[in-house]
């Protein structure tokens, strides 16, 4: 009987996940850059939007051989979104880059703040934060599906360690020639551990290395500190 419990539950938070990454998270963004659009180029708002669904929809099309169940899917719609608004976005911003690029970290953290269920929330808890960010690590790790590869470890009681070493996210950019939109993705993880607040719960993070900057893997830690003003730092900042 816990048995069949456990799979229900586990069936419904995967099916709540593909969800927000698949349909809530791409729908929200595409909203958000409407609201940008119509404060600054009202006049393109409408067609610079329907360009991007256009855009996405063939680049999710062209891509459908990339994932391989159901979690990588939704992977592929929140992908295709982000590279057809980077293409689209470049061109209403005169092809500045670095101006595009930050401008889709900054909307799409904001998205992901709000539907983001973040591990953080664990570390409220008065006894053993640092053990309670593990737990929600590996449960939320188990839902990712079969094509991301995350290493969890404890190399010491004061820290926790996560290690990306397969990502659907880079994988799919580095296949379209277009690694550095890969760190637009980051946002995700970066939003719940700039939520570890060490005067709160004692604990402080930090991301060391990014596959998108060329590196091995991406590498997150996070580990007890007496530092109430200890700050995040982050290799993409």
Same mark, same amino acid.
């Given at each position: 009987?816990?048995?069949?419990v ?8 995967? !099916?709540?996940? $593909? ?8 729908? /929200?963004?595409?909203? %958000? ?10 006049? +393109? ?15 999710r099309?062209? %891509?459908a %051989? ?5 979690? !990588? ?5 929140? !992908? ?10 470049? /061109? ?5 880059r ?7 970290r ?7 703040? =709000?539907?983001? =269920?973040?591990? !953080?929330?664990?570390?409220?808890? $008065?006894t #053993? ?13 188990d839902?990712?599906? /079969? ?9 010491a009681?004061d ?17 379209? &020639?277009? =690694? ?8 995700? &993880? ?6 570890? #607040?060490?005067?709160v ?5 930090? $991301?060391?290395?990014? +596959?998108?900057?060329? &590196? ?14 200890a ?7």
């Amino acid at each position: 009987m816990r048995g069949r419990v456990d799979e229900a539950r586990t069936g419904l938070w995967e !099916s709540e996940a $593909r969800w927000t990454m698949g349909r809530v998270v791409p729908r /929200e963004l595409l909203s %958000d850059i409407g609201a940008y659009l119509r404060r600054e180029a009202p006049e +393109q708002r409408a067609f610079v939007l329907a360009v991007i669904r256009r855009r996405a929809e063939e680049i999710r099309e062209q %891509d459908a %051989d990339l994932p391989v169940d159901a979690p !990588s899917e939704a992977m592929l719609a929140l !992908s295709a979104t982000v590279l057809a608004a980077h293409e689209t976005i470049l /061109e209403v911003f005169d092809g500045d880059r670095r101006r595009t690029l930050l401008f889709l970290r900054r909307t799409l953290g904001a998205v992901l703040h =709000r539907p983001l =269920r973040v591990p !953080s929330g664990a570390a409220g808890r $008065r006894t #053993d934060p640092l053990g309670a960010i593990e737990t929600a690590c590996r449960a939320e790790t188990d839902h990712h599906g /079969e094509y991301v590869d995350v290493r969890l470890e404890r190399p010491a009681a004061d820290a926790f360690e996560m290690r990306v070493e397969r990502c659907f996210f880079h994988d799919f950019f580095a296949r379209r &020639d277009a =690694r550095e939109v890969t760190t637009v993705m980051c946002a995700w &993880d970066a939003q719940w551990l700039r939520a570890l #607040d060490p005067a709160v719960c004692g604990l402080r993070a930090e $991301r060391t290395s990014v +596959q998108a900057l060329g &590196d091995d893997a991406c590498r997150f830690r996070v580990v007890r500190t007496d530092d109430p003003g200890a700050r995040y730092t982050d290799v993409l900042t």
